[in-house]
């Protein structure tokens, strides 16, 4: 091959989709036709995974046959935990779920992704409860998933904001175009592998820390500047020291991520309904003196706030333990990733791309 060549694949289209389309000139996210914003105000989990599934916003009934299909789910995927060995026992969250959603027998496609959804809230929550010496708390089937997840996780009635505020977390990170972990999962697809083995394949790339790994670490960052008089002096001192502003700058927008702001509007919405969101303030003035710095420093790029500043806030109000935000993010995806599989299987062409080849031509003896 001659010329150029795109490095890390930028710019290159591998695919059409009807599924979301990411404007990062404009700060547009749009999902299934609509704005992640309408998604993440009037959306539930069960709404998402009709839109993303059949292309269309349900009925009362099909939310309604989606919800009961999710709950069934959750039970199934509840029973396999005694067969599951040590799967659940590793010591991070992530490498226990790729090993637990392994255990899934691949059968018909549809039925497999309600399973697989179903299955890795009940799997992150009992990985949770057994690293915490608990056992782990069967679903109860009367609750929506998002309401599910958070009995599974800590027990009792879920507070209803708190519930509402993981519907809209879901609805927020469904999809996002052509991401990593997608494309992964598109490329196991396109192989005529099976389901279960592309959204294995697609937790282990969400498994890497370059790819929806900062949201633990932008609550970290704020619990260490503690209050927002000190966010500049902080802030100044990680960028002399040469290190990252977690949560700021993204490889596609130069704007604002969308996604922040419909996080953030959600975190607005959880205070007015009486749950605490004690970093909310704080991280209102991490942002401005980041966006701040960050602009004095790379004029020539845009960083502003991503996806992951305000998941932070938004699942640490929640309630939601930081080594979870992995899953949780994962229990979201997953609907998107089963979506681009199928969208892939219409297509019934093998990914495979072209390599530039850099090594040593040997010397004719």
Not at 271 to 285: Q, S, W, Y
Not at 287 to 313: I, M, S
């Amino acid at each position: 091959m001659d010329g150029p060549h795109a490095s890390g694949l930028d710019g290159v289209v591998v695919a059409e989709t009807a599924l979301s389309d990411v404007d990062g000139e404009r700060g547009r996210l749009i999902i299934s036709g609509f704005p992640v914003e309408d998604l993440v105000e009037r959306a539930t989990f069960e709404d998402v995974c009709c839109l993303m599934w059949n292309g269309v916003w349900p009925s009362a009934d099909g939310r309604g046959t989606m919800r009961s299909a999710l709950a069934d789910a959750r039970v199934q995927a509840f029973a396999m935990l005694p067969s599951m060995g040590e799967a659940l026992e590793a010591a991070d969250g992530m490498e226990a779920l790729r090993a637990a959603v392994g255990h899934i027998r691949a059968g018909d496609p549809d039925t497999d992704r309600v399973r697989i959804t179903g299955a890795v809230p009940v799997f992150s929550a009992a990985w949770a409860r057994l690293q915490a010496k608990s056992s782990p708390l069967a679903p109860q089937p009367s609750l929506s998933h998002a309401a599910d997840t958070l009995q599974m996780l800590f027990g009792g009635e879920p507070v209803p904001a708190r519930a509402r505020g993981l519907d809209a977390y879901f609805s927020c990170v469904v999809d996002h175009g052509m991401n990593a972990s997608t494309f992964v999962a598109r490329v196991v697809a396109s192989t005529g592998s099976d389901l279960v083995s592309a959204i294995v394949a697609g937790i282990g790339a969400l498994k890497g820390p370059l790819h929806g790994g900062a949201p633990g670490p932008v609550l970290d960052m704020l619990d260490r500047i503690g209050r927002a008089d000190r966010a500049r002096a902080w802030l100044e001192a990680e960028l002399a020291a040469g290190r990252r502003v977690m949560g700021m700058g993204h490889r596609i927008y130069r704007v604002r991520d969308p996604r922040a702001e419909a996080l953030e509007h959600a975190v607005f919405t959880l205070e007015r309904a009486g749950v605490a969101a004690d970093r909310l303030a704080l991280a209102h003035a991490v942002e401005r003196e980041a966006e701040r710095l960050l602009a004095e420093r790379h004029p020539e790029r845009p960083l502003r706030a991503n996806v992951e500043f305000y998941t932070a806030v938004l699942l640490n109000a929640i309630g939601i333990p930081r080594t979870l935000f992995s899953q949780m993010f994962a229990a979201s995806r997953v609907v998107g990733w089963c979506a681009h599989v199928e969208e892939q299987r219409r297509v019934g062409r093998l990914i495979r791309p072209a390599s530039v080849y850099i090594g040593p031509l040997a010397t004719p003896v």
